[in-house]
């Protein structure tokens, strides 16, 4: 029974590292900042889960405190790109209403 929960779990991290390269062909192209911005926090959940398997499989208890910290890491990852992001919209939204503006005289 014990090889066979060792093949799932390796099983699962072949397709976890399948869809995580996925993810990260979809936040280089994008289309979209938001789209990249979800792409990053599917990885780092992904990321995650592929650790919290890696701990079962290896019986090491340390990398479920690896997972914890990552998952912090993970989430202030993208609220500082979430930040960023409103910036730069922020930025835009008065540039176009300036130009709104100034054709209008």
Same mark, same amino acid.
């Given at each position: ?5 060792? $093949? /799932? ?5 072949i397709i /976890?590292?399948?869809?995580i390269l ?7 192209? $994008? ?22 398997? /890696? ?7 340390? /990398? ?42």
């Open positions: 029974m014990e090889q066979y929960y060792r $093949g /799932l779990f390796i099983l699962c991290l /976890l590292a399948v869809i996925i993810y990260v062909i979809r936040s280089i192209i $994008g289309p979209k900042l938001t789209d990249r911005i979800i792409a990053v926090n599917a990885i780092g959940t992904l990321t995650i889960v592929a650790i919290a398997i /890696l701990a079962m499989l290896l019986k090491e208890s340390y /990398l479920l405190d690896v997972c914890l910290i990552y998952a912090m890491l993970s989430f202030l990852a993208v609220v500082v790109l979430v930040q960023l992001y409103l910036k730069v919209y922020a930025e835009k939204q008065k540039e176009d209403e300036e130009e709104h503006d100034w054709g209008e005289n």
